[in-house]
């Protein structure tokens, strides 16, 4: 049985549960190695039943079954072909058990009332749980930060090749796709997340998609790219300029960068999000543009590209070694455009590791 | 006030609530026109509140504000800056609503509870609504129906210009790819699933990720893939051959086209959605493949690519007119691969509207 299987077998005998029903994709993933993602929290691929005591069940629909048993041998593969909770009010009885966990997190509130419906039918009790699974996931084994650190080096060239393609005309979304294509050519199984290219005042929306805009010469232009290499995502934003930057551009582009080390130069054990947070974003007041950096400072990246913990305000637990983050600060002007820089560390005892060896627009 | 904010209101009306929380993203839309995506479930990109009298308000994030306002103009832009449980508690009291409907089908259960205690709080009652607006957006209206039929068109224009560029060495992926990347030059939002290229084996994963694989003559290639134009969803499957098919190939080819056909002659407004997959798969199971037809006969298409009705054995209410359906028998053989066509339909009174033009592989 693999260490994560027994790991959690623990977790649930410490909370009195006989089993845990897994349907988060990325948790899925992390304790089956399942690779199936959900279309959607509707239509799900597939949940895990994991006993606290012999064989763990991989239970989806026939869509999945020659995938599911080729990627998780350790799992009994069981389809429900009359619906989830038909099975499920066979197998509880059968396997005993009791009180059954389920994630509170990813579970809908009309799919917990169903499951609720058929578990009194067999006498189970469940038991909602937030952040069980999560919690192994936020310090990453060396064999993860391994493939997290690859999945970051491969950004990086896809975007290096992109960059040095770059020509006033091209269009936003032409930028996205050569990225997005790159990616895909070089081996990633998809974009970590929906590829961000926003030129000129576009870049002040920090969230923009992009358009048909051509940028142009001498204007900021944001790209924010990840992509997901054996499940592991990077995540990277770059602002840069084709031909000079204006004065104005020059500057922000400057606070955005000590804003960013200042948070980087922060990072160890045992230190707050919060304080992190508040590390990078003194230098963004202090230049008077407090107003407008309205999102966190950093996210956790693993399996999923946002995940726990946060660098944010409002994020009081403690960084632990081995969490991997984002640095990200931005300054977005309506109207003007926006500059962020992003990069990847990892939390260890007296500092932090970075992971990117990009450098690209972040000193000027 | 536009008429679909005018029908949501007098159902609400109905139920006696005073408002309701809207949360799922294509909801949002229909009613809003604010075209933002949800990264996942866990990361709101907004939420409608929708008085059943007085101002709609869309609550949403700093990141979202500006493009909030481009395209919601008939709703208050507001800003949850301490999170929306924080705002809800001003807000409910300030409005007057004490009994708030939200989407049980598209809330965590993590979520409800947190709802739950604001609403304690300020003295609201909150009520699990299921399907409400889903039953608004299940007959298009004739503005909608323009829309998806576009949206057909241009991914059967997609499809028929890489369909031509087929030769044996291409691997799945590049096809994939080059799908995807026309979608986006011809205008789609973005493709309305992750497109499906499987070729020889792997078409006996009804849902196959495109890989490594290159084609080789003679073999079945199942290119299942939809774009969104506009917010509406196109959904279409082909099964291609380079060069010729085998005996076998072609007869399985014919099992489905006849299946499909049946399935076609049968939908028209009263019959149930169980009663047209029967119609189609008894087609499957005369010809001996009834346990290679694993999934469902159909489902909707609309702002969703999967959304209500479903034809399946397990559907049982009744066709209305203006439904519009996805009619895709398949044949699955482990080792051997798989055949699948999938056209879309209008549901009319006495019969319905096919909405592709394409044809290819359909009659050999």
Chains 1, 2 share one sequence.
Not at 15 to 34: E, I, W
Request: net charge positive; hydrophobic share 35%.
């Amino acid at each position: 049985m693999n260490n994560r299987l027994k790991n959690l077998k623990s977790r649930l005998a410490r909370r009195k549960l006989d089993a845990m029903l897994v349907s988060q994709p990325d948790n899925r993933r992390y304790l089956s190695g399942f690779t199936a993602c959900d279309h959607d929290i509707q239509e799900s691929s597939g949940l895990l039943l994991i006993p606290r005591q012999g064989q763990p069940l991989l239970l989806t629909d026939s869509r999945f079954e020659i995938l599911a048993r080729q990627e998780a041998p350790d799992f009994e593969v069981t389809l429900y072909r009359k619906g989830l909770n038909t099975l499920l009010e066979k197998l509880l009885p059968a396997l005993n058990i009791k009180r059954l966990g389920f994630e509170s997190h990813y579970t809908l509130h009309s799919t917990a009332r169903k499951l609720q419906q058929s578990c009194t039918k067999v006498e189970t009790t469940i038991i909602p749980l937030t952040g069980l699974i999560e919690k192994m996931r936020l310090c990453k084994e060396a064999e993860e930060l391994a493939i997290i650190e690859k999945s970051v080096h491969l950004n990086e060239q896809v975007f290096q090749e992109i960059f040095q393609q770059l020509r006033p005309g091209m269009t936003e979304i032409d930028i996205a796709m050569r990225l997005e294509n790159l990616m895909r050519h070089k081996g990633a199984e998809r974009p970590s997340f929906d590829t961000i290219v926003a030129s000129g005042p576009n870049g002040a929306l920090p969230h923009a998609v992009p358009g048909h805009r051509a940028i142009k010469k001498g204007e900021p232009i944001v790209i924010d790219m990840g992509l997901t290499l054996a499940g592991y995502c990077s995540d990277m934003t770059r602002t840069v300029v084709v031909g000079q930057p204006s004065n104005k551009t020059t500057e922000i582009i400057r606070i955005v960068r000590q804003a960013q080390l200042a948070g980087m130069a922060t990072i160890r054990t045992g230190l707050t999000g919060k304080q992190v947070d508040s590390a990078a974003r003194k230098i963004i007041q202090k230049a008077g543009y407090g107003h407008a950096f309205g999102h966190g400072l950093g996210h956790g990246v693993g399996l999923a590209v946002h995940e726990p913990p946060s660098l944010s305000p409002r994020y009081t637990r403690k960084l632990q070694e081995g969490m991997v983050v984002t640095v990200e600060p931005g300054i977005y002007l309506e109207g003007w455009g926006g500059v962020r820089l992003e990069n990847m560390v990892v939390v260890e005892k007296n500092g932090c590791r970075l992971l990117n060896q990009d450098s690209t627009g972040l000193d000027i």
